[in-house]
């Protein structure tokens, strides 16, 4: 069982930034691919962006490249997203997620195993 915890969401306006986090629980974590998705009520869950084990790889949905970076601290067991000019349409519940099998379609959001239980974002216009 793997627990992740997201924080560093909150309510901003657009154009500022925000670096959400999100800690797992086990060391095994190094071994991992993750992801961030995000979700608004009523539509499904989207995914944002996914990172190899070691970093070297990242993946990003169109809509945030050049916008957000997501990077991990693997010493610290923790994920990172840092979203630099947020627009109203980011707003959504985030969500880190974890590939403990590292399957090979991780980099399109396919195939998480562990969920966090998200972290709100808000962008007001």
């Known amino acids: 069982q793997v627990q992740l915890v997201e924080s560093g969401g909150g309510l901003v306006q657009a154009g500022a930034s925000l670096r959400l986090s999100c800690t797992a629980s086990?060391?095994?974590?190094?071994?991992?691919?993750m992801g961030w998705f995000r979700q608004v009520p009523g539509k499904e869950r989207e995914f944002v962006a996914a990172i190899s084990w070691n970093g070297g790889s990242t993946y990003y949905v169109d809509s945030v490249k050049g916008r957000f970076t997501i990077s991990r601290d693997n010493a610290k067991n923790t994920l990172y997203l840092q979203m630099n000019s947020l627009k109203p349409e980011d707003t959504a519940v985030y969500y880190c997620?974890?590939?403990?099998?590292?399957?090979?379609?991780?980099?399109?959001?396919?195939?998480?195993?562990?969920w966090g239980q998200g972290t709100q974002v808000i962008v007001s216009s």
């Open positions: 997620a974890a590939d403990i099998d590292y399957g090979p379609e991780y980099g399109a959001g396919i195939g998480y195993d562990y």
């Open positions: 086990r060391r095994t974590f190094r071994t991992y691919a």
